[in-house]
């Protein structure tokens, strides 16, 4: 019996248009919420060795948001899925569209003491209060993957994969990533060694390699338990 045919590749105009068409999945994907205002949050650097975790929380206004603004962010998806030149494409996109936008960052020290799980949540709620707006029963607040307790009266919902679901969600972690990714370029200057513009503090053998030569820096998260750190006198 002859082997079963596989399915042809899409084509690259059907992958092009496939991407355009995200940013409106994740527009209406908030607007059938059926209020005014979604705010969303999310983080990056929960997984790195080194630098701070950053929370970014972002507000649309559904009732101002207009078709022109839905096309600026068509391609809007999860941080992950773009390109470091797509991150930075989006970005002021975000900043102009959004009615407010939040950034909270926590540092490698402040995550060793209160643990890293408990100041994700804590950096998440914070910066959704900071963009919440209008009255109870106009605004709903989202984060990805993880409820974050108490906000204020404003309802919140945690959304599995949200970054992939929600707009609100994607463009705030399209905010996070490049405000952290510019921290740590900014940090490769300050501490020389470790490469930090490269790898941005996540656990990549070249990173590990530079922990095993140079020690840890004041960058670095001591509460993990890495493989980085096993033959260190710490």
């Given at each position: 019996m002859p082997p079963a045919s596989q399915p042809p590749a899409p084509k690259p105009q059907q992958r092009k248009k496939s991407k355009a068409r995200s940013g409106r999945r994740l527009f209406a994907h908030d607007?059938?919420?059926g209020v005014r205002f979604v705010a969303g949050a999310d983080e990056a650097g929960r997984g790195c060795l080194a630098g701070p975790l950053v929370a970014a929380a972002v507000l649309f206004d559904f009732e101002t948001l207009g078709p022109r603004d839905v096309r600026a962010l068509s391609v809007l998806n999860d941080s992950k899925q773009h390109t470091?030149?797509?991150r930075a494409a989006l970005y002021p996109v975000v900043l102009r569209i959004a009615?407010?936008?939040?950034v909270v960052s926590r540092c490698a020290g402040g995550i060793d003491r209160r643990g890293l799980h408990r100041t994700n949540l804590a950096a998440l709620r914070e910066s959704l209060l900071k963009v919440a707006q209008?009255?109870?029963?106009e605004v709903i607040c989202l984060s990805d993957g993880f409820p974050v307790g108490d906000l204020d009266g404003y309802e919140g919902r945690a959304i599995i994969d949200g970054d992939?679901?929600?707009a609100a969600i994607a463009a705030a972690s399209i905010i996070a990533k490049v405000t952290r990714d510019r921290f740590m370029h900014r940090a490769d200057a300050r501490h020389p060694g470790w490469e930090f513009a490269t790898h941005v503090g996540y656990s990549t053998p070249e990173h590990r390699e530079a922990i095993q030569r140079h020690g840890v820096s004041p960058l670095h998260r001591m509460s993990f338990q890495s493989t980085a750190y096993q033959q260190l006198a710490l």
């Open positions: 607007r059938a919420l470091p030149e797509g009615t407010r936008v939040a209008g009255g109870r029963d992939a679901k929600s």
